[in-house]
């Protein structure tokens, strides 16, 4: 898993961080669902938003020190508080990553059903040399995750926000060759499964006697 760690003073971190318009208008939207004195509640919303905004500005998608302490100053918390909760979920990235970050479930599920494939493919075509790295292009960071909770359809590599599910090494290899092309193929199952249904289709409840049939006595 990436180093998470001691990453406050680092070079990479930049001095200031602002709210673009778009984050601005997340924020106002937000903010009206917590009660007056409560809106320390938004910060994990405002952080995705930070981490949204790195993405858009700066193609890695991320959490600056800088922009921690505006969320403090904007929900009036320590700038500790605000600490504490970004290093606590992992899904928050406090170093810069590639433009696709990619988090392979390496947990038993995916494990036996191929998950060293996907590493293999993620090192082969995206050219990353382990977890924890960033290509030499800048595209692509691999982390090693735990059970993204999907593993009915494991093996699962999480691209930015989005599931991929049912892969395999070529799978894997031509997913990411159509990122590489600037492709975004649809997120989901790679093998055009019925969202998690049984492969081949649903093989249960297939034919409901449907209520319309014997409609209530009036
Ligand atoms: S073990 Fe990989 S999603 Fe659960």
């Known amino acids: 898993m990436t180093d998470q760690t001691d990453v406050g003073a680092a070079s990479f971190q930049p001095a200031h961080f602002a709210f673009d318009a778009e984050s ?100 082969r075509t995206a050219g990353v040399g382990g977890f924890g790295e960033t290509s030499a292009d800048g595209l692509f960071t691999m982390t090693e995750v735990e059970c993204l909770g999907a593993c009915v359809n494991a093996p699962i590599l999480q691209v930015n926000d989005d599931f ?7 799978r894997t290899d031509a997913l990411l060759a159509a990122l590489k092309r600037g492709e975004v193929p649809p997120p989901g199952s790679t093998i055009g499964r019925q969202t998690s249904a049984p492969e081949g289709g649903p093989q249960t409840l297939v034919a409901l006697p449907l209520a319309a049939a014997t409609p209530p006595a009036e």
């Open 24 to 123: 601005e208008a997340e924020i106002s939207r937000v903010l009206g669902r917590y009660p007056a004195g409560k809106q320390a509640s938004a910060v994990l919303p405002l952080l995705y938003f930070v981490q949204r905004q790195m993405g858009r500005q700066t193609g890695s998608a991320w959490v600056p020190r800088a922009a921690m302490d505006e969320i403090a100053r904007r929900l009036a918390m320590a700038p500790i508080r605000v600490y504490e909760v970004a290093t606590f979920y992992t899904m928050f990235q406090l170093r810069p990553v590639g433009r696709f970050h990619l988090q392979v479930c390496t947990t038993t599920p995916c494990w036996l059903r191929g998950s060293d494939e996907v590493v293999a493919a993620c090192r």
């Open 164 to 170: 991929y599910e049912d892969l395999d090494g070529p």
